[in-house]
């Protein structure tokens, strides 16, 4: 079986300052990992995906990921926050199944 | 249009009454998959389909709940005697083949059952 464990609810940034979600899954071999962001009144859109090589990636608006096999992480983070990331960000993972399984999601929240 | 299309956007019902979800996912995608979003909470599987193959349907909550989709076209995902449990939003996605590639999302239907 495969699953996510996002451990914080709600992150709390000013602008300007660094960001790093953590996510943490379960899965017995090398999964899939992906981060996915919900912007209000927005669908969800793909930031950035792994799957094999380099185990940090680069996405989109900035984020990077660092995939680390001994720690079962995937945490995603962003060297200097907009007022504009604010929005709600999903870790998933996809093992032996084609179903992604996400996690609870972080709240990101970032003050002027 | 060019990405996926969920209709209706809102839908507000009574207790016991039936609805109907449809997914336009984009062309060409052959998996489709719906999930379910409750207020505060994550994503919840609830139904895959992948080309002409047996839906994997191991997400469903009930048996009120059921989904179609012709070929590689349009879904429906119906929910029978709602109760105020199903109220959240109800998200399709669709995407290429293979477990790397990225789903895209449709806005969702927000179901609210009063």
């Known amino acids: 079986a495969q699953s996510v464990t996002q451990p914080d609810i709600h992150i709390t940034v000013s602008e300007g300052a660094s960001l790093e979600l953590r996510c943490n899954y379960s899965?017995?071999?090398?999964?899939?990992l992906f981060w996915y962001v919900q912007s209000p009144g927005q669908g969800l859109q793909l930031l950035l995906k792994?799957?094999?090589?380099?185990?940090l990636v680069q996405g989109i608006k900035g984020f990077e990921a660092e995939f680390k096999r001994s720690q079962s992480s995937f945490n995603l983070r962003k060297p200097s926050v907009h007022w504009s990331d604010a929005a709600e960000y999903f870790c998933?993972?996809?093992?032996?199944?084609?179903?992604?399984?996400f996690g609870r999601g972080t709240s990101l929240i970032v003050h002027p | 249009g060019a990405g996926v299309s969920q209709s209706p956007s809102n839908k507000v019902t009574e207790k016991g009454k039936d609805v109907e979800l449809r997914c336009d996912p984009i062309?060409?995608?052959?998996?489709l998959y719906w999930y379910r979003q409750r207020l505060g909470q994550g994503l919840e599987f609830l139904i895959y389909?992948?080309?002409?193959?047996?839906?994997?349907k191991s997400g469903l909550p009930s048996d009120r709940f059921s989904a179609e989709r012709t070929g590689e076209s349009v879904s429906t995902l119906t929910i029978q005697r709602t109760q105020q449990e199903d109220s959240a939003v109800y998200l399709c996605?669709?995407?290429?083949?293979?477990?790397?590639?990225?789903?895209?999302f449709g806005s969702g239907t927000q179901l609210s059952v009063l």
């Open positions: 792994y799957f094999s090589g380099d185990t």
């Open positions: 062309s060409g995608h052959t998996a």
């Open positions: 899965y017995g071999a090398t999964p899939y």
């Open positions: 389909f992948q080309g002409n193959s047996a839906p994997d």
């Open positions: 998933a993972v996809a093992g032996g199944s084609y179903i992604p399984t």
């Open positions: 996605a669709s995407s290429l083949a293979g477990r790397s590639e990225k789903l895209f």
